[in-house]
Each structure stands twice: as C-alpha cells, then as structure tokens.
C-alpha cells in the first residue's frame, strides 16, 4: 500500500492551499483517511479525519482538530481511495510538514492498519 499526497506549497497568510493524498496498492478496504501536521518544534498532530466516502450506514464521522475548524474542509472520495483537505484563512502557525494517513485493510482476512504518506510541505509566510 502506497500513499501519494500533492499539493501545498507556499502561499500569504489569509490564502488558500489543497492538498489531496490518494491510496493504492492491495487495499481490501479503507476505514478512513486524514491529515496529521507537524508544526516546527512540535509533536505531530490530528488535523482532520473522516470516513465518510468509505462507510454507508450511520457511522460516519468528520472531526477537526480545534484550530482549524471553520478554516479546513477534509473530504474523501471512496471510489478514488482519495481524500482531499482545502486549506483556507491560512496562518504562518498553520506552516508544517502535512502528512496524509489511511487506516484500512488490505485483506477481508488482514487487520486494520494505519498508512503514512511521506508529507507534503505547507509554509504560510506573514
């Protein structure tokens, strides 16, 4: 299993960015796909995460970390095993390496398991 992320780059602070990650390989599966960041000197960190795009009952659940709601919009695409993440208002604090992640099975017989992409940078200059 592979991620690819795309996207960020460098923008103005109160300027948009979109970064999309798309999952292949042996992937049976996908329970759901998000964005961890890590910001400099700091722990890596949840930004959002969703299932929605991979589930179909009621169980589906979008959650962003405090600070950036009202600013980010993740989104997924089930069929394109992909999930998207607009940036908006953005912040020189919101400037860090974005990481892309999957939790998913890549067998009905496998357990779940969490993918890491390799990260994107995202620098807001003030």
């Known amino acids: 299993v592979q991620l690819q992320a795309s996207g960020g780059g460098l923008v103005q602070a109160g300027g948009s960015l979109s970064v999309s990650c798309v999952a292949s390989?042996?992937?049976?599966?996908?329970?759901?796909m998000g964005w961890y960041r890590q910001l400099p000197g700091k722990q890596r960190e949840l930004v959002a995460v969703?299932?929605?795009?991979?589930?179909?009952?009621?169980?589906?659940?979008?959650n962003y970390t405090e600070s950036v709601k009202g600013r980010f919009t993740i989104a997924a695409d089930g069929v394109e095993s992909t999930v998207y993440l607009q940036l908006n208002s953005l912040e020189p604090e919101d400037t860090g390496v974005y990481f892309c992640?999957?939790?998913?099975?890549?067998?009905?017989?496998?357990?779940?398991?969490?993918?890491w992409g390799p990260g994107t940078l995202v620098t807001v200059s003030s």
């Open positions: 992640y999957a939790e998913l099975w890549e067998h009905d017989y496998t357990p779940k398991r969490s993918y």
């Open positions: 390989g042996e992937i049976f599966s996908i329970n759901s």
């Open positions: 969703t299932n929605s795009g991979f589930r179909t009952d009621d169980n589906v659940f979008t």
